[in-house]
């Protein structure tokens, strides 16, 4: 959410010495744990509902608040439902919600960088001048108009706009345009550096078009950037993603993700509170992890760079 | 000076106007007719209710003509009327407007008091438990969801030890100074958000300052090294800080309304949430400029404070970027 | 982590506050979760300001906590045997009513003048103005016309013949004196009304309270109104503070910010029955089941619901008694009709579906559903029995309630999709034009003996051609509903009345238009010391008795 961007002097491209200084970097390695554990459990969700005999979307009224045992490891919700369980495949779809967005809002935000900081002159100036206009805007309320928007109304088929994963392509989707800005910034950035090295000197001699050169040339002396900034917004998602629930505009029930599971038990708070602990807990996790290792990644990257 | 404020007002409203024609499309896009809510809710109302309620907001016409009218008035003054308070919009946004600013003053103001002086015990200690401790700290302040943490403030500083009210504005009739209790949670809850980037800044910022040669000759000259830090150092790395708070401004007016929402502050981000949510198109469109106005005015502020804070940069090289 | 601890604690802080002593109230604090809109009773509409007007105005007529009809601002309740209901035939030569009312002595507004017919014809012209934003204008359109004998007493000459022509529950009288002036554009009168410009006016209100500050959004602080006229109310001062999100709300009745939570606008009942067991010793929990009819409306014209034994089955197959039971410690009573058992016209003897998935699955075999593949049911043209059940997003009780029916039905083979919409979407467009394509589970809130006309009268089915008016739709036609509700309107006879009432919700669980739930209770949370709130279940609030509550 708030301002946690990299900034980068150089790209460097020394792949063993980026190895030995992230391997020394005991946050990020230990955040990188994290979520290899973290993705790998999602992706086993449904071998644990076999395992354990359990289904995420069994609803069973004669079970509800179970308390932690064998087969509910952490217990049930108000429904009945096996809370690790639930956990597990709302991880799925939190953590499928903030690769996509942020690999969208990356996709986005390298193609306008690009573009602005080869081109330059007039066009850099009004990419720029929109970058920082969406910085600056209050993004909140306007995500909250996005999110409210009528499919239909968009000439968007009643199938696609109506259908239970609406809510899912709609958050990724609206994500992705307002947060590319960030990516944006960093890869003009360093594209202007890179503009003037030979070897782009040197394409451009040979004849290339701007095209193939931004695409061959100058992207690969860009994925540094590109990727520390995505690793952090993969967090930065996650969390939007629970506070657009929180406001009711996050994926729609029956589906599960961390950030529904964690406003429904916030009403049930004083009830259950474990309820509300084990989302929160996960997202604070995921989310603190992303960040570190984003860190760690930059450091490891660009270690002439400030810690910012 | 002049033409600077000439350019930058003419910029403002260049974005307010294209802000609006946005907004007013978005919204147009929204389901749901409020008349037709409320068709649904009365059974009593007939369909022939319903078109004179329509013709009556202007909401037969189409949306093209509605944002032409819109703006035809706004030019003229008026604003238009709430559906949902039936009272002229800027009746109702300007009291949030002031809670807002408040709460925001209050908390960025918060913010830098705490994360300059944590900022530069890291950037002074760089790589030791302390540096790694704040490191942790601000790290915790982006990730967790500010909604859970206001629960969490609110059962342990309300609920549980009843120090503190766990939501809403106090006595109307009250002072700013009477309702004080009733701002510990929101501002903590805000800060602690914006907190973290502060602070990772002002300690760049630092580093990046103390590796200059004037701090390495104070330091050779024997000054100490708190003096080198607070004499020197300090005004330089506190540009960077101003830039990011100002760009940090519309973030922040994000985590209010998480943050009114939750603690049933009135606030600005609540009635636009609040509006927006109940297809109160003026009062939605208004709030989201008003809010935008205050994005930029407080853009315009930092850069003006950033000319202060920096003899080096005049207003005629702003006038030049 | 910290809220485990958190939990251990709130117990001993409840164990310490109950010594504190409690000082005598002459003060109260309500706490209600929306702010209402507006402040004009004929042009807002909003359950918040039903709430505050009950304490600040009186209605002629209303329905009391024993859901029998009674005068508030009028002397007795017109009867055809007092001769106060004639017949009376309009200008055009139909069927009419002449009804006569008597403002009660006393009558006064804040201002000290007096209420007299001026107000009401008055209010009823402003009701009849095509641009006053008056909402409920049917009502006064059916007021052909009225005629004021003197100051006090008046005829309302209806241009229909009904059985309930002496209710005038939603006939809110409003001053000439304060009013006329913004009434003469009638255009401008929905902005320029006293009511929204200067909701504080003392000369607005009549009731025991009148409204003293107004923070939009907020807080609406109510004093005594010296021209009451009936018993001086207890409290000196009673503040309404509107907090939404219902944590906070609750979080605040503990920690004193209020004193107590309105039913009628207040804690989702489960939140309630959690709050009840933890801090019943410091609250009275009072639950009371209304008029607020849950179920689920069904597309009848879908080829799998046209069916009478899918729709059977479907309800046979829902656990409707663990619903209520489990979920909401049977406080929320399974419905068998439309009609509340408490209201009089309710009938006991109707068809009744008690859960049984084996009976509910033998008569899916019965229907042509009877090819089980991957335990979901297939007919004979290899079609899956699958359904789309769609209710109001973010209502966290109902998506509940929809996932456990998912369930159910899961059970007997019907493949159930959720799809849910915010309420504005599904109230404002998908339902009222019939865009669901086979469920929609929400409530209808109702007052007693309704008739049912716009949601079971098969002239009230929505379509394009007839603007999408009426509420029938589940598209549901039958003669026999449709001649019982016709005579149940104008045979007023206590025998006439029984009989309709009969076929009517014997037809409806026969025919199942509609799959009954179970009738949705209010919470009221009050503090031990509060006395004399009475609760009605129906939509007219308990604060129209508010001069009854006190402080022990």
Known sequence: MSAAEPVFGRPTAETPLFWQRLRRNRAAMASAVILIVVASLAMLAPAFESLLGVEATRVNLFNQYATPGSTHWLGTDEAGRDVFVRLLYGGRISLLVGLVAALGAAVIGTSIGLFAGYHGGRLDTLLMRTTDGVIALPLLPLLIVLAAIDLTKLGIPDGIANSEMTSLYRIVFIIAIVGWTTVARLVRAATLSIRTREFVRAAEAMGAGSTTIMLRHILPNVVSPIIVATTLSIGAVILLESVLSFLGLGIQPPIPSWGNMLTNAQELATRAPALAVWPGAVIFVTVMAFNFLGDGLQDALDPRSVRR | MLTFLTRRIAGMTIVLTFMSFVVFMLIGLMPGDPIDIMIASNPDLTPADGERLKRLHGLDLPLWERYGNWLGGALSGDLGFSRTYNRPVLDILLPRLGNTVILLGLSSLVAIAIAIPLGVIAATRQQTPVDSAINLFCFAGISVPPFWLALIFILLFSVTLGWLPAGGMGAPDAGLIARLDFLVLPVTTLTIASLAGYTRFARAAMIEVLRQDYIRTARAKGLGPTRTVFGHGLRNAMLPLTTIVALDFGALFSGALITETMFGYLGMGKLIYDSILGNDFNLALVGLLLATLVVLIGNFLADIAYAVLDPRISFRALEAA | ?552
């Open chain 3, 1 to 552: 982590m910290t809220i485990r601890r958190m939990i251990a604690t709130t117990a001993l802080a409840t164990v310490l506050s109950i010594g504190a002593v409690q000082a005598q109230k002459d003060e109260l604090v309500i706490g209600i979760s929306q702010f209402p809109q507006g402040f004009h009773p004929n042009i807002a509409s909003h359950v918040a300001l039903s709430l505050i007007h009950g304490m600040t105005r009186r209605p002629f007529t209303v329905y009391d906590a024993e859901w029998q009809l009674i005068c508030q601002l009028c002397t007795t309740v017109p009867t055809r045997e007092a001769g106060t209901i004639r017949d009376w035939t309009t200008p055009d030569g139909k069927p009419g009513l002449a009804v006569d009312y008597t403002i009660r002595e006393g009558a006064t507004w804040g201002d000290d003048k007096p209420i007299t017919t001026k107000d009401v014809l008055f209010t009823w012209q402003i009701g009849r103005e095509e641009t006053s934003g008056v909402n409920n204008q049917e009502l006064y359109r059916r007021m052909e016309m009225i005629e004021a004998k003197d100051a006090r007493n008046f005829t309302i000459f209806w241009n229909k013949r009904t059985c309930d022509a002496a209710a005038i529950n939603d006939f809110e009288v409003v001053p000439a004196h304060l009013e006329a002036d913004a009434a003469r554009d009638p255009t401008a009168y929905r902005t320029r009304n006293a009511y929204d410009t200067d909701p504080t006016q003392s000369g607005l209100y009549f009731g025991p309270y009148r409204i003293t500050h107004v923070e939009p959004g907020a807080t609406v602080v109510l004093e005594p109104n010296p021209t009451w006229w009936g018993t001086a109310p207890f409290f000196r001062k009673i503040t309404i503070r509107t907090i939404e999100n219902t944590a906070a709300l609750e979080a605040n009745l503990l920690s004193g910010e209020i004193d107590y939570i309105a039913g009628e606008d207040g804690i989702s009942l489960d939140q309630a029955l959690t709050f009840e067991k933890r801090h019943g010793d410091r609250f009275d929990v009072v639950f009371k089941p209304g008029l607020f009819y849950e179920h689920i409306d069904l597309r009848l014209d879908n080829p799998v619901l046209e069916d009478i034994r899918v729709r059977r089955a479907m309800l046979h197959a829902i656990d409707r008694n663990s619903i209520s039971e489990r979920l909401f410690e049977g406080k929320q009573p399974v419905a068998d009709t439309s009609v509340h058992p408490l209201d009089s016209v309710h009938v006991e003897e109707v068809r009744k579906y008690p859960f049984d998935p084996k009976l509910a699955a033998a008569m899916l075999d019965e229907a042509g559903w009877n090819d089980v593949r991957n335990g979901i049911r297939h007919n004979t043209d290899g079609e899956p029995l699958k359904l789309e059940i769609m209710t109001t997003a973010g209502n966290r009780v109902r998506e509940l309630v929809e996932q456990v029916i998912q369930s159910n039905l899961r059970d007997v083979g019907i493949d159930l999709r959720i799809r849910n919409q915010p309420a504005r979407v599904l109230f404002g467009q998908t339902i009222r034009q019939r865009e669901f394509t086979g469920m929609a589970m929400f409530a209808w809130f109702s007052s007693p003996r309704n008739v049912p006309r716009t949601t079971l009268h098969s002239s009230m089915i929505p379509t394009i051609q007839n603007g999408w008016s009426g509420q029938n739709y589940t598209g549901y036609r039958s003669d026999v509903m449709d001649t019982a509700i016709d005579k149940v309107e104008v045979e007023c006879s206590d025998d006439a009345q029984t009989r309709h009432w009969t076929t009517i919700q014997q037809t409806y669980a026969d025919e199942l238009p509609v799959l009954p739930l179970y009738f949705r209770a209010n919470a009221f949370i009050m503090p031990k010391w509060l006395k004399g709130v009475t609760p009605t279940g129906h939509q007219y609030p308990s604060t129209l008795w508010v001069e009854n509550w006190s402080a022990e």
